[in-house]
């Protein structure tokens, strides 16, 4: 399974806008774009899943620097434009806020 990034894109596009630009390289599992949850409002970047590897490399390639409603698609692995590492919380090993441990 290739995950994609695709970022730079018209506030207005679709999920079946971007599908349909990675299928001329080949099967799209999935579509994810990225929302602001209150506004609801387009972020601009999103998420494309593509089962065969070597489709998906191929889509990268092809896409990225292509242009879309004017602006120009920045397109990579998923990994290299990553998910941020799960963050800790804000609880430290000391359970508090900088009292130490009592003993």
Do not use: C, W
């Amino acid at each position: 399974m290739q995950s994609i990034y695709v970022g730079n894109l018209p506030f207005g596009a679709s999920a079946d806008d971007v599908r349909k630009l990675f299928t001329e390289y080949g099967t799209v599992s999935r579509v994810t774009m990225m929302g602001d949850a209150r506004t609801e409002r387009s972020r601009g970047f999103g998420f494309v899943e593509m089962p065969n590897e070597e489709e998906g490399n191929a889509a990268i390639v092809g896409v990225n620097g292509s242009d879309m409603g004017g602006r120009e698609l920045k397109v990579g692995s998923a990994r290299r434009h990553g998910t941020k590492p799960e963050r800790r919380t804000g609880f430290t090993r000391r359970g508090g806020k900088g009292k130490g441990r009592r003993r």
